[in-house]
């Protein structure tokens, strides 16, 4: 046979912001190479560490490769091959006869494993819509921060991201860019290199933050009480803009008044942080245009992270950062992707019904909960695709507990055996993106992207849609869109709105946006201005002005769990995905917290010791790193390791609750108290709650 080398242009499917144009090099038929396309600008031609390895992830001998059924315990991970036919047809014999009796009893529990609109969030939606299962609020990363913006500007939009690189002043917010938004940072670097002063707002030494101008380290969960001091300072000096407050905001006296309530020393003592700091900051931020700011998810995963997305971006109205294209702020620019979602998900196929909502946040406490008059029926059936939520979701130890229900029917989509699928009474293997179509937005860039697949499916996997028109089929769903290609729901994502044939040749096509979004106002909000007081808000019984909610777990407030732990992505991982691939797992090296060293010494912990974080919830062994990433008080637990890749079986979701934010009903990971120790062996965990530190009530 003739050799033939072809290159597929594709796109990354991660939940990451990039969202990078692909081109794989296929040799025979192998994916040999993947690397970022030169002609998509967002991309430049470079891809992050993670991806590069795409060929070493794709043909890993640990890809599942047939349908298999559990032949051992639950939770013991043994399985056997079974065909797909036995599979789906028992499949579909176990989900109907549950749904016979109530198909509020099945639950969908899925999340950015992949973000393409087909293989995450089409023909599932139509399988789950026709079968009038639990829906499921998808709220595990974004929904707190979200609905902030949403009640703030209107809507998931803001500066473009190229035109950071213009901007004179930066604040980095919340956000490791270098980790978990590179070709942000690309723009960055161009800004400074054209004399832009960076600042980084986190309570974390990031990578970021080491080469930025300045650190500003304040206390996990305190941001909206900075935002509200620098507007104390900002009105102060007069840095304001009033043209802009007077003709695009709404609410300016409602929230003048609030922050004159903190002056720069109340706010400096509730954040840990020198007055004189948040003073230098106001100045800069008051004096330098165009200033910008790209705030990240990284802060709105407290008690009070919805109130400090909306103070946060109430700062750009105030000094009118907004006239200009290089000035504003960004956190997602998804809103702007005109996806027809109805077309694609078909809730019509609801008929009438309106199936309960499950929060994914709270999966623990609701595969527990034996069912009533409130919740409804308990949950008998669980379908989980592009999720690890054994090791992702908060208070694993409540989520295992759940999973490890002898009545709980469990079945798993999946690449790999994740902790997750272990679990699973059938275990599904799944394509990769290399082998599927799919069509993406992005939320940190405004262009389209088309994925191709590259290769054909390995072994027996088939991607999440057709997986779910099998099963269809095998439910005896004869509705005509249920028959829909792959192919077809990627042309049906945008209809009419995206040139379909500009995807086909060139793989990404832009969209036509602002280039200053809200330079004249123009917001998304009812009033069609920035909204510093909500009515919305008001009416729904919430402040209807930005304000600091402090967190569920103090920093400081519990003397039996002193420190406060903040669990940030690792750089070569994604979540928890990338965690089994072996280069990138050499990087990370192992499971580890970093820790300041005044506290480790308080602790007698050297650094590489091995240690036991612990609070009431459960524990988590891992190696100490000891130094100034840490900020005294904080400790940083990263991730997301496998429980069954970390010494103790566990990771930082062991300590993790299942409280919720204050809007959005999102998860707070980093709004947690913890205690570490030093591992001796045979030492027992202390793990009894003291009546001061009790659980947390559910916000
Ligand atoms: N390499 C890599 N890239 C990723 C991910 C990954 O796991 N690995 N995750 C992806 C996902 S799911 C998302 S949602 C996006 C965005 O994900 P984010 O979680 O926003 O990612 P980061 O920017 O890496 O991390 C957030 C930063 O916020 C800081 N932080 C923690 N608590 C606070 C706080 O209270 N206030 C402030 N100001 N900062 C705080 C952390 O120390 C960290 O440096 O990134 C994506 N990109
Ligand atoms: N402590 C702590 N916990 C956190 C966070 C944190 O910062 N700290 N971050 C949170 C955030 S921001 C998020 S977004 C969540 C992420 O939670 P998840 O979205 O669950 O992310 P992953 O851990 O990457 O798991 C995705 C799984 O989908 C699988 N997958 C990928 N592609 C496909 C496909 O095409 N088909 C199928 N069937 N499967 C596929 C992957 O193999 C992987 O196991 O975690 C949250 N958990
Ligand atoms: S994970 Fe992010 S940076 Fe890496 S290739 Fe994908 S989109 Fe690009
Ligand atoms: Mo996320």
Redesign the pocket.
């Known amino acids: 046979m003739p050799s033939s080398t072809t290159t597929v242009r594709g796109a990354c499917p991660?939940?990451?912001?990039d969202t990078c144009a692909l081109l794989t090099t296929v040799e025979n038929g192998r994916a040999t190479r993947v690397q970022g396309n030169p002609a998509h600008a967002h991309t430049a031609g470079v891809l992050?560490a993670?991806v590069s390895k795409y060929p070493e992830r794709t043909y890993h001998p640990e890809r599942l490769l047939t349908p298999m059924k559990r032949s051992g315990p639950k939770g013991s991970g043994q399985f056997t091959p079974v065909s797909w036919d036995e599979a789906l047809a028992d499949i579909a014999a176990r989900l109907q006869a549950i749904a016979a009796r109530n198909p509020e009893a099945i639950l969908p529990y899925s999340y950015?494993g992949t973000m393409g609109l087909v293989q995450g969030e089409s023909m599932d939606r139509r399988f789950f819509h026709r079968l009038g299962a639990s829906q499921l609020h998808r709220s595990i990363?974004?929904s707190a921060g979200g609905e902030g913006l949403l009640h703030t500007l209107g809507a998931k939009r803001g500066m473009k991201v190229e035109h950071f690189s213009q901007a004179q002043l930066i604040l980095i917010?919340?956000?490791?860019?270098i980790?978990?938004?590179l070709h942000f940072w690309r723009y960055a670097q161009e800004a400074k290199r054209n004399g832009a002063r960076l600042v980084c707002?986190?309570?974390?030494r990031?990578e970021?933050a080491d080469k930025c101008h300045e650190h500003i380290q304040?206390?996990?969960?305190?941001?909206a009480a900075l935002a509200l001091a620098l507007m104390h300072e900002l009105i102060e000096t007069d840095w304001l803009d009033h043209d802009y407050i007077a003709r695009h905001t709404l609410g300016w006296e409602q929230l003048r008044e609030r922050a004159l309530q903190w002056p720069p020393e109340r706010a400096a003592a509730v954040c840990g942080l020198p007055a004189e700091q948040i003073r230098r900051l106001a100045r800069d931020y008051g004096t330098t245009r165009p200033a910008a700011i790209r705030l990240?998810?990284?802060?709105q995963?407290?008690r009070g992270g919805a109130n400090?997305v909306r103070a946060i971006a109430c700062l750009p109205a105030l000094v009118g950062a907004w006239r200009q294209s290089a000035g504003g702020l960004l956190l997602s620019s998804s809103g702007e992707f005109p996806v027809q979602e109805a077309t694609l998900q078909r809730p019509d196929l609801l008929a009438g019904r309106s199936p309960r909502t499950l929060n994914m946040v709270t999966l623990g406490d609701d595969l527990l909960h034996p069912g009533s008059a409130d919740f409804g029926p308990q949950v008998e059936a669980l379908v989980v695709y592009n999720s690890n939520p054994a090791a992702v979701a908060p208070d694993s130890g409540q989520v295992c507990a759940g999973l490890a229900r002898e009545d709980l029917f469990t079945v798993v989509l999946e690449l790999f055996q994740t902790d997750t699928a272990d679990w699973a009474d059938y275990l599904l293997p799944a394509t990769t993106q290399l082998e599927q179509w799919d069509v993406h937005l992005a939320y940190g860039h405004t262009d389209v992207l088309l994925n191709r697949p590259a290769i054909a499916p390995l072994g027996q996997a088939r991607s999440n849609a057709q997986i779910f028109r099998d099963l269809a089929a095998h439910m005896g769903y004869t509705e005509p869109c249920f028959t829909d290609s792959d192919e077809q729901l990627c042309r049906q994502a945008y209809g009419t709105e995206v040139d379909f044939d500009l995807l086909l040749t060139q793989g990404f096509a832009p969209l036509a946006v602002p280039e200053a979004p809200f330079a004249e106002g123009g917001f998304a909000t009812p009033s069609g201005k920035c909204e510093f007081f909500s009515q919305r808000l008001q009416d729904a019984g919430h402040d209807p002005l930005p304000g600091y909610v402090p967190n569920h777990e103090v920093p400081g407030s519990c003397t039996r769990y002193p420190l406060a732990m903040?669990s940030?992505?690792?750089?070569?991982?994604?979540?928890s995905s990338f965690a089994n691939v072996a280069s990138l797992q050499a990087q990370e090296q192992r499971p580890l917290v970093e820790i300041h060293p005044q506290d480790a010494a308080a602790r007698g912990i050297a650094d590489g010791a091995l240690v036991r974080l612990f609070n009431d919830r459960g524990s988590y062994l891992c190696h100490a790193q000891v130094g100034q990433r840490a900020r005294p008080g904080v400790v940083?637990a990263l991730?997301?390791w496998w429980h069954k890749l970390s010494p103790g079986g566990g990771n930082m979701n062991h300590l993790t609750s299942q409280a919720l934010t204050d809007l959005g009903a999102g998860p707070t990971f980093?709004d947690c108290l913890v205690e570490v120790a030093l591992e001796r062996e045979g030492a027992q965990a202390a793990t009894a709650p003291p009546a001061e530190c009790a659980a947390p009530p559910r916000a």
Request: hydrophobic share 30%; aromatic share 8%; proline share 10%.
């Open positions: 991660h939940d990451c912001p992050c993670k950015a990363c974004a917010w919340g956000s490791n860019s980790t978990s938004n707002i986190d309570p974390r990031s970021t304040l206390l996990p969960g305190t941001d990240n998810y990284g802060v995963r407290v400090a903040i940030p992505p690792a750089r070569n991982f994604l979540n940083n991730g997301i980093y």
